[in-house]
């Protein structure tokens, strides 16, 4: 098993430019999420899925979108990238929405 | 809301000590609890789940325990070996709508010195 795994690593983009960062797990994990990471603020929930065509919002959406095409996997998607979403991204799954959750690599994005 | 916190911000200890890492939230009401350790410029490894009907989960050197009822959980790490250094992070699962959530502590970062 890869687990959950990130592409890409590290990006930079410009503001307004827009991308999307992928996210796949091949656990057959119903349940994945998206989090950001900054210094001094933790770790907090963008969006999540509790299955193929499910989404919902979490603490910090805007700016960002995603999708749930499949199970295995879970882009998120930035429409306009701005400075305040330099960040690093962790994707994230579980069996199911209680259970233990896994993280992958990390997206290390700067937006200039 | 639930909070998460987690005191000391920073831990250097010898290697050797046996050492205990504190996390505490708001609100009992939880679904489970988790300890992750994150290396720099790394991910997040899962390290031990406890659900709220537990007390503790064991893995190898770690300890976990959890009391609800006071909102704590410690994390124990047996004779601290130089490749524990590491961010520990703990965060808790609520019930609800948004029961996968997780909501993060800002961590401990530890440091065992040689």
């Known amino acids: 098993n890869a687990g959950v795994t990130q592409t890409p690593k590290f990006q930079v983009l410009k503001t307004g430019q827009s991308m999307t960062l992928q996210c796949a797990q091949d656990m057959n994990h119903e349940y994945m999420s998206w989090y950001r990471q900054d210094p001094g603020m933790g770790l907090r929930l963008i969006h999540y899925s509790v299955g193929a065509g499910i989404t919902d919002q979490g603490e910090v959406p805007n700016g960002y979108n995603v999708s749930r095409s499949t199970t295995e996997d879970f882009p998120l998607r930035l429409l306009s990238a701005a400075p305040s979403q330099t960040s690093v991204y962790f994707c994230?799954?579980?069996?199911?929405?209680?259970?233990?959750?896994?993280f992958g690599p990390g997206t290390r994005l700067t937006v200039l | 809301k639930q909070e998460v916190t987690q005191i000391p911000a920073a831990l250097s200890v010898p290697e050797g000590e046996n050492l205990v890492l504190n996390c505490s939230f708001t609100?009992?009401?939880?679904?489970?609890l988790q300890w992750f350790r994150q290396d720099p410029g790394k991910g997040l490894t899962s390290l031990l789940l406890?659900?709220?009907?537990?007390r503790e989960q064991t893995s190898g050197r770690l300890n976990a325990s959890l009391d609800k009822s006071s909102g704590r959980s410690t994390l124990y790490i047996a004779a601290s070996q130089p490749g524990d250094s590491a961010t520990y992070l703990c965060a808790v699962r609520l019930y609800g709508g948004s029961q996968g959530n997780l909501i993060f502590g800002k961590g401990t970062k530890l440091s065992v010195k040689p």
């Open positions: 609100d009992s009401a939880i679904y489970n």
């Open positions: 406890i659900q709220s009907s537990q």
């Open positions: 994230a799954s579980s069996y199911s929405g209680g259970g233990e959750q896994f």
